[in-house]
């Protein structure tokens, strides 16, 4: 044979050996497109049922995994976290001690503290009928979490000022899920024993989890917390018992993905405000629906028939006496020490709450509210009583006011308000909840927020005072409704309403003395906000560059309203041009003045002052970065890179929890 026939004899022998190698690793799974990743499977696994996953889990459901020991069905561990918003120093007692142990006495105490003794929630525990004894406790097996012992929230900042109640940081979640024992394979129930704030907290840490990448089959809100466990035929334990943990050493680093666009910074919310689509119309295409979740004051069951400039509320007459029950503006208590009561209080005083409500004693005085959740009667404009003015369209609007401090109050510019005369989709309204925390079907879900003009084709966004509210909205209408295209502004007002440049010169915007009512619990709203003088509000004029009054529309002079503010006049961070209805908190400068609100009968003018002055709820201490350049998203960055923490916190190191002020999830 040639030596070149013997040179293509081996050329040819090479490639059959090659060809039978290659379908030899086709046979055993070994070529590319056989080839398996274990780790790619697992994610892909674990995450399968995101898409279809129902989060929300019925009370019969927990009571069958609690009697199987704890298990699914399936086996998986199932931890249940009990959330409450308050450890030591809000209260007499904390949460846990009260609440969650089901304490009577210690959570009638702390109702009093919060609300005051002749409130309905106090009622409802001295004596009322809807907190039943068998109705306190927590949860067998379950372990407290408390929001406020900072793990949940933490101050960070997202651009040029330090806020509270933001997501938690990644080393504060691991710190917190390595406490409670949590591993990626664990279902973990989140439900309450606080039945004052139906759905808050659960709904808080159940957004954090997601956010932190979590899959939906792993996370799960009990519909209506422990009230409807008790009422399923579950069984509460008493007492501060929890199970023994074993601490874990898991990360959510570990999880494969994060849902980070569950969360709107403080610089992506700027710049939609200021690109306009916060403030189109419905019927617009590139409209944002900006959603503020803060209950509104009930404003719209309130007139004043005399036009004497005081809510006639103020002068209710006692249906059957025929006399004026006695108002006094300094205290804000009504005086009935004539009507004959069987069991009064002690100084024969009652609140607005009971007269309008009827929400403590039932003997003599009619309500003065048919208060519901679908009608809303027409109120006279404006109604500065309670923050009510004209929008563009005409209809009123009712100014939320924030619980937590910041400058001033207001709206974000284009925001829907939860209440108004043509809709209601207030929170615990029957319109989103049963009034005890249990949501509705995704078809009346629907159907409710349809009426306010979202329907889930335009993008969302929801805020509150700190997120606890916000997260309520964003778990129904991302989990219940279906809509994928919400996000979560956790910033919030206690963020947006310290950013200002501005600030009172006089007293002229500063709001005046505000109080909160509460109807009977539960009913179709938790509380309303009455004022008890005259507000002014002002917003800002692009076309005459000014700050200008809302009603009369004329120019504010730099007498009223001065550059300053927690930015100290610098403008690029400034919301006050981006927010609407505006009026300032008090400060310590502009406190003072007197407000006559009305004529005694003999003539005497009644005054009230300016609201009192307090650094907790109004003007706040922040720590500001006034050189900061960025693009106010610095929490997005940092929470992306997140790797792990270098320290384990499962044996007492890692980052250290802080206590956020003010209360809430």
């Known amino acids: 044979m040639s030596e070149k026939a013997l040179k293509k004899t081996k050329i040819l022998l090479l490639l059959l050996l090659a060809a039978s190698f290659i379908a030899t690793l086709a046979i055993w799974g070994c070529s590319n497109k056989g080839y398996s990743d274990p780790v790619a499977d697992a994610t892909a696994k674990y995450y399968a049922n995101d898409a279809t996953a129902n989060t929300l889990v019925e009370p019969a459901t927990v009571k069958a995994w609690v009697d199987n020991g704890g298990k699914t069905a399936d086996g998986k561990r199932v931890i249940i976290l009990d959330c409450v918003p308050n450890g030591s120093g809000v209260f007499t007692y904390n949460d846990t ?3 969650f142990a089901g304490d009577a006495e210690k959570i009638k105490r702390n109702l009093k503290d919060q609300y005051g003794e002749f409130s309905p929630q106090y009622n409802n525990i001295n004596g009322g009928q809807v907190w039943k004894p068998e109705y306190l406790g927590h949860i067998p097996g379950a372990i407290p979490s408390v929001s406020h012992e900072g793990y949940e929230v933490a101050v960070r900042n997202d651009g040029p000022i330090e806020a509270e109640h933001e997501v938690g940081t990644g080393a504060l979640i691991d710190q917190m899920l390595q406490k409670f024992g949590v591993t990626q394979d664990d279902v973990i129930v989140l439900t309450t024993s606080r039945y004052d704030y139906p759905g808050f907290c659960p709904s808080r840490l159940w957004w954090t989890l997601y956010y932190w990448g979590f899959a939906k089959d792993n996370i799960k809100v009990l519909s209506g917390g422990n009230l409807a466990y008790a009422k399923a035929g579950g069984t509460l334990q008493k007492g501060t018992g929890v199970p023994i943990i074993t601490p874990s050493t898991f990360s959510v680093a570990q999880l494969a993905k994060k849902h980070i666009d569950a969360r709107i910074s403080i610089g992506e919310l700027i710049a939609l405000v200021d690109s306009g689509r916060t403030s189109l119309p419905d019927s617009d295409p590139n409209k944002v629906v900006v959603l503020d979740t803060r209950q509104p004051p009930a404003a ?6 005399n036009a004497d400039g005081i809510p006639d509320v103020f002068q209710v007459t006692a249906s059957t006496i025929g006399n004026p029950l006695t108002y006094d ?7 009935y020490a004539a009507f004959g009561y069987t069991n009064p209080p002690t100084d024969k005083n009652i609140t607005l709450s009971q007269v309008i409500f009827k929400a403590a004693y039932n003997d003599g005085i009619s309500p003065r509210a048919a208060f519901n959740a679908t009608t809303n009667p027409p109120i006279p404009m404006p109604n500065p009583f309670f923050g009510i003015h004209k929008q563009a369209d005409g209809s009123p609007l009712a100014i939320p006011l924030g619980a937590k401090g910041a400058d001033f109050e207001g709206i974000v510019k284009g925001a829907k ?6 809709y209601n989709i207030t929170v ?12 509705l079907d995704k078809a009346a879900m629907i159907a409710v ?7 889930g084709t335009k993008p969302i966004v929801t805020y509150c005072n700190s997120g606890a509210l916000a997260s309520i909205y964003y778990y129904a209408l991302h989990e219940i409704c279906g809509y994928q295209n919400v996000r979560m502004y956790d910033g919030s007002w206690q963020e947006w309403a310290v950013l200002t440049a501005y600030e009172p010169a006089d007293s002229t915007y500063v709001m005046n003395d505000d109080y909160t009512t509460f109807p009977a619990y539960p009913a179709g709203s938790p509380s309303f906000v009455a004022f008890a003088a005259k507000n002014n509000y002002f917003r800002w004029d692009a076309t005459k560059n000014s700050f200008v009054d809302v009603v009369t529309g004329a120019v504010i002079p730099d007498t009223q309203i001065k550059s300053g503010g927690s930015l100290g006049g610098n403008d690029k961070w400034d919301v006050l041009k981006r927010s609407d209805f505006i009026m300032f908190r008090p400060t310590q400068a502009v406190n003072s003045t007197k407000v006559q609100v009305g004529t005694k009968t003999d003539g005497t003018p009644i005054y009230y002052q300016n609201k009192t002055y307090s650094g907790a709820v109004d003007w706040p201490t922040v720590t500001t970065h006034p050189t900061y350049d960025g693009a106010g998203n610095e929490i997005e ?7 792990g923490s270098s320290t384990s916190t499962s044996t007492g190191g890692g980052a250290t929890p802080f206590i956020p002020k003010g209360g809430g999830c």
Not at 417 to 422: G, L, R, S, V, Y
Not at 428 to 439: F, K, L, N
């Open 97 to 99: 001690e009260s609440w």
């Open 417 to 422: 308000i939860t209440k108004t005369t043509t």
């Open 300 to 305: 719209f069951f309130f007139t004043d028939a």
């Open 428 to 439: 615990p309204a029957i319109s989103v909840t049963d009034g005890s925390g249990r949501y």
């Open 329 to 335: 503006f300094t205290t804000k208590l009504f005086n």
């Open 637 to 643: 960055l940092q929470d992306k890179a997140y790797k």
């Open 449 to 455: 927020f349809n009426t306010a003009g979202i329907d």
